[in-house]
């Protein structure tokens, strides 16, 4: 039995192994931008974006409220809109992991909670990517200083610490950003319209 | 009066006329105030217009003389000599709208400054948030509005390249009643990855461990394989791989386990770092609401007979290091997590372990003999952790075949004898107490107390004619710390019960350092 299986599993390899040589440069891309926002936003028959530049009060609001550092004052966010009615808005976030990067996009509902994060790039090898099932865990969160904190509200189970916790941070980051943004009325239009 | 012919041919005059053909939609509403006289020159005017319409339209697009003198050739010369004295006219007109617009321009007011900054500003965001975001971004066009701003950005789309991570155990001690006090740098590992296409990855560890090759120490690969990534759910690996069997021996980053020494039955029944040449299949499988499976099935150069003892099973391995594979194993291991606070696994080991290698034992009546010394191996764990619990239970057993001629090839006699069956399990929790706590900075610190239960025989079952040393039957209780100021960095401590079926016990105070980036 064991022969066979080792036989098998051989030539498995050998059959896909010139599979690997296809030329497909978005395998670690998943979405480019314009198509990331449009499933974010399928009913959407607008897409606008706000640059939100943040002073030294805003910046410093969010880090106490993410729990995490900003990196840049430059944000910008997406709505989707449809009629003039906002379905959600949509950040996107490059941000280191080891030596490289991933970049996520954040989709946020109108009340501030995150309705879904996608990876839409990620350039470390595969294995200390986040699989979808604890990325869900996110979901409806919203950023409060008691929730959205791994290991606690968020377990980290499968011991990729890097990745889970810049995740995580990058997470609080996104909707921290949404929420000083909104109160400071620094979006188009006010969240909720 | 000019001559038409020369006015036409005058580089000016064309200019002007191409010009004025331009504007004409625009000072289409000033043509309202014209006079009667003025209005039957616009008329005419617009009946050039309307007959080079198609003709102008075409060449507008490619905005140089030529073309305009295209244009102006095509205007008949019946048509171009009524209009003489009314082009003059139009050219004052076209003065006045100029100078309108100077006026207006004049007048522009401090509000359109403002947006025109604003415009700038806005070009300047998109461009730096292009950059930030180049991997997502569209592959940039050179016609890009903005100029070469997309295309500079175009190399950070090359997010190919190095990739450096490590992790290291660091003053690692054992304090220990009528032994000698020991303190090692235990491990001090580097990754490093490199991606030579999106699909093709290069990835390894190389460890020191016990700091110098001088004294007792080693540096070896730990791991270096290629991945071939093909799908999610199917991709190819080959190289020297960590075999996938039981949650340690592919996960041992200091801060992803309690306690300051990995769990014994996973060094001594499951010999971790256990890694081998091989090359094989690996995927994760999304099953939605019903969780995710991921799994590792490899054949890999099998474990060799020389090595198995009484005590444990680390000598069995060969580490990739010009290894024999006249036997060749199956190792494979699946993890399913049907929810994120909770993932089971298996794993399992099946190989001969003889390698073609004859007992050379003149005592023994197997002299000569070789033998398959099938040797398989069987685990199951679960891991879980849910608010500031966590916990792991792991069970282990092997069964090895043509244990006495094993027993022949090693010279292993009465109860030094190789087990033919062992079993092993441990079960460890512990409790983030820093969970409670509400962090206000950046990162959450971590401090957990466990307590970890361990019992295993490495000799639960010995071939008839030899016998078991009670000292293998161990159980073993610690109890200690994991404390993490940052989640990058670890600090351990444990005391160690360490018990066996010959009560010959000790005790011992461990602790350690641990870092991982």
Redesign the interface.
């Known amino acids: 039995m064991i022969n066979d299986m080792i036989k098998i599993l051989l030539t498995l390899v050998l059959i896909l192994l010139p599979l690997s040589f296809a030329p497909d440069s978005k395998a670690r891309v998943f979405m480019k931008r314009d198509e990331a926002l449009k499933t974010a936003f399928p009913d959407a028959d607008n897409i606008e974006k706000t640059e939100i530049f943040l002073n030294k009060k805003q910046v410093s609001e969010i880090e106490s409220l993410a729990r995490a550092k900003l990196d840049s004052r430059l944000y910008v966010i997406y709505e989707g809109k449809r009629g003039g009615e906002s379905l959600g808005y949509a950040i996107i976030d490059t941000h280191h992991l080891r030596t490289k990067s991933e970049t996520v996009m954040f989709v946020i509902n109108p009340d501030g909670t995150l309705r879904k994060a996608e990876i839409l790039a990620f350039f470390e090898p595969p294995e200390y990517m986040a699989g979808d099932q604890w990325i869900e865990l996110f979901d409806n969160k919203g950023i409060d200083k008691n929730t959205l904190k791994l290991g606690k509200d968020i377990p980290n189970i499968t011991g990729a610490t890097i990745t889970a916790n810049s995740l995580a941070s990058s997470i609080r980051r996104a909707l921290a950003v949404f929420s000083v943004a909104t109160d400071n009325g620094l979006l188009f239009s006010e969240a909720g319209n | 009066m000019v001559k038409l012919g020369s006015t036409i041919g005058s580089p000016y005059v064309r200019s002007f006329i191409f010009t004025l053909l331009l504007l004409l939609p625009a000072i289409g509403s000033a043509s309202q105030e014209l006079s009667e006289g003025q209005k039957e020159f616009a008329d005419d005017l617009a009946q050039i217009r309307s007959n080079s319409a198609k003709q102008i339209k075409k060449q507008t697009k490619r905005r140089n003389q030529d073309e305009n003198i295209i244009v102006a050739q095509r205007l008949s010369d019946d048509e171009a000599e009524t209009q003489d004295e009314r082009i003059e006219q139009l050219e004052e007109k076209l003065e006045s709208v100029t100078n309108e617009l100077r006026q207006l321009k004049s007048e522009s007011t401090p509000d359109d400054r403002l947006q025109s900054i604003e415009e700038k500003?806005?070009i300047l965001?998109?461009e730096?948030?292009n950059i930030?975001?180049?991997?997502?971004?569209?592959e940039p066009s050179y016609e890009a509005v903005y100029g070469a701003g997309p295309a500079a950005s175009k190399v950070y789309l090359k997010?190919r390249g190095?990739?450096?991570?490590g992790y290291g155990e660091l003053i690692v001690g054992q304090v220990r009643k009528d032994e000698d006090n020991i303190v090692d740098a235990q491990r001090i590992v580097l990754?490093f990855?490199y991606?030579f296409t999106?699909?093709?990855?290069f990835?390894s560890e190389i460890e020191f461990e016990h700091a110098t090759t001088d004294k007792s120490g080693e540096a070896s690969a730990e791991f270096a394989l290629l991945?071939?990534?093909?799908w999610p759910e199917?991709n190819?690996r080959?190289g020297l791989l960590l075999a996938p069997f039981g949650i340690i021996n592919e996960?041992h980053?200091p801060?992803?386990?309690f306690g300051v020494f990995r769990p014994s039955v996973e060094r001594n029944i499951i010999p971790t770092t256990w890694r081998e040449n091989g090359?094989?299949?690996f995927g994760?499988i999304?099953l939605q609401a019903a969780?995710?499976i991921n799994y590792r099935?490899?054949?890999m150069n099998s474990f060799d007979a020389r090595g198995f003892r009484a005590s444990n099973n680390r000598g069995l391995r060969i580490d990739g290091s010009k290894a024999l594979f006249n036997n060749?194993?199956?190792v494979s291991r699946v993890e399913y997590?049907p929810?994120?606070?909770?993932?089971v696994g298996g794993s399992v080991f099946?190989?001969n372990t003889g390698q073609d290698q004859a007992i050379e034992n003149e005592e023994s009546p197997f002299n000569g003999d070789k033998f398959s010394g099938f040797f398989q191996m069987y685990e199951g764990d679960v891991?879980?952790?849910?608010?500031?619990f966590e916990g792991r239970a792991l069970a282990v057993y092997t069964s090895l075949d043509d244990a006495v001629r094993v027993n022949a090839l090693n010279d292993l006699t009465g109860d030094d004898s190789v087990g033919d069956e062992q079993w092993g399990y441990y079960l460890v929790g512990g409790y983030?107490l820093l969970?409670l706590a509400?962090?206000?900075?950046?990162?959450?610190q971590?401090f957990a107390p466990f307590v970890r239960w361990e019992q295993y025989d490495t000799q639960s079952s010995v071939p008839s004619g030899f016998e078991r040393n009670p000292q293998n039957d161990r159980n073993e209780l610690t109890i200690g710390l994991n404390y993490k100021p940052i989640?990058?960095v670890v600090v351990k401590i444990e005391y160690q019960w360490l018990d066996n079926q010959a009560d010959d016990s000790h005790n011992q105070f461990n602790f350690g350092l641990g870092y991982?980036?």
Do not use: C, M, W
């Not at chain 2, 190095?162 to 991570?165: D, F, P, T, V």
């Not at chain 2, 999106?198 to 990855?201: A, D, G, N, Q, S």
């Open positions: 500003l806005n965001a998109e730096i948030d930030k975001q180049a991997s997502v971004v569209e997010d190095l990739s450096i991570g990754y990855g991606k999106e699909r093709i990855i990835n991945d071939f990534l093909l199917l190819l080959g996960v980053e801060t992803t386990f090359v094989g299949i994760d999304d969780g995710s099935a490899y054949v060749i194993a199956f997590e929810l994120p606070y909770i993932a099946l190989g891991q879980f952790q849910y608010r500031g983030n969970s509400n962090f206000t900075n950046q990162y959450a971590y989640p990058n991982v980036f």
